[in-house]
């Protein structure tokens, strides 16, 4: 990382100066020195690098919810160029790229930027989850949830994400581990609080609570929750008369 090896560089380079200036008796405020220039060197440089790539990825994404998705792509993936500059730089270009694939249904192509995305990104976490889960490979599909909610311990969608791929592997005992353990991270929460209790009566989860979240990891559809939905109604609009 360019950003480390240029902070360290100036700050060994200080050191030496104060050193052979002062003489070597007054190493503590050589590496006092040394240990500022570091501090300011690195701050800088990573200012500068993220400025710039504010810049690059709002363009992106402003592409990309105009549908101009091959453009958004293009320069997402030119922002890679500065993964040698800064740490995570990489990693979060990465799911950027991988969430827009995977939304868009290309899951095959998405799945390379997800594996490889950034560890604290719990919706292309969990995208990666879902991938593993529809590729049998329930190991890793669990390694990369318990990955995602140490990371991101309070958000309800993951727990809930993670029980009902669990439940759909045919885990409902450890889908309802899970399901607790969010209730018990964010009590009250009214949505997990439901999905255990379907999870323990043995039916199935209802992610309409969640709404368009839920919607972009493509395990239902919108029209299953809109029938749901009917369902619950009662299986009829309901009529207004004048």
Known sequence: MYNLLISAGAAVAVFLIVSLAAGFQYWWAALLGAMIVFTACFVLI?????????????GAMKDIQAQRFEKGIRDLKSALRFAKWQIYVESQINSSIGMVYFVRREFATAFPYLEKGFFKNWVTMGMLGVTYMKRNKHDKMKETFDKAIMATPKESLLYALYAYCLNEIGENVKACEIAAKGLAKLPGDENLKL???????????????????????????????????????GGRRRIIRK
Not at 46 to 58: F, I, Q, Y
Not at 204 to 226: D, I, N, P, R
């Open 46 to 58: 990573a200012r500068s690098v993220t400025k710039k790539l504010e810049v690059l990825m709002e």
């Open 195 to 233: 999905n255990l209790e379907l999870l323990r009566e043995g039916k199935k989860m209802k992610m309409k609570g969640y709404g368009e979240m839920w919607l972009q990891f493509h395990l239902e559809s919108l029209a299953v929750l809109q029938k749901q939905q009917m369902a619950a109604m």
